[in-house]
C-alpha cells in the first residue's frame, strides 16, 4: 500500500526553525510531484509550496522567502525547511503526492509557533 508519512513538526518560538519531511513507500517516488498544505483550526487547507518531478517550484507568497521546498528521489523524500517561523504559521502541515490521477495524502504533523 503507498504510504505518505511526514514528521519533523513539533513546538518552536518565533523566528525558529523547522525541517519537515514526508517519506513514500513508492518505487517510483521520482514521478510524483510533490506538495505542502497546512491547516489550521477553523480554516480551509491552503497550499504552502509545491515541487514537481523536474525539481520546479512554486510558493505561497506568506511563505516566500522564509520556506524552501526540496526533494531528495534516492530518500524517497521530500522536505520543507522552515525558517523565520510566526505565529500565524501555526498549523497541520500535509504533504500530498500527485502521479497523473493518482493522489495520496500523509497524516499531517503538527506545527506550533509560540512563546
Known amino acids: 500500500q503507498v504510504q505518505f508519512v511526514e514528521s519533523g513538526g513539533g513546538l518552536v518560538q518565533p523566528g525558529g526553525s523547522l525541517r519537515l519531511s514526508c517519506v513514500g513507500s513508492?518505487?517510483?517516488?521520482?514521478?510524483?510531484?510533490m506538495g505542502w498544505y497546512r491547516q489550521a483550526p477553523g480554516k480551509q487547507r491552503e497550499l504552502v509550496a509545491t515541487?514537481?518531478?523536474?525539481?520546479?517550484?512554486t510558493y505561497a507568497d506568506s511563505v516566500k522567502g522564509r520556506f524552501t521546498i526540496s526533494r531528495d528521489n534516492a530518500k524517497n523524500t521530500v522536505y520543507l525547511q522552515m525558517n523565520s517561523l510566526k505565529p500565524e504559521d501555526t498549523a497541520v502541515y500535509y504533504c500530498?503526492?500527485?502521479?497523473?490521477?493518482?493522489?495520496?495524502w500523509g497524516q499531517g504533523t503538527q506545527v506550533t509557533v509560540s512563546s
Open positions: 515541487i514537481t518531478s523536474g525539481e520546479s517550484t
Open positions: 513508492v518505487s517510483i517516488f521520482r514521478l510524483y510531484a
Open positions: 500530498k503526492a500527485t502521479w497523473g490521477l493518482v493522489e495520496r
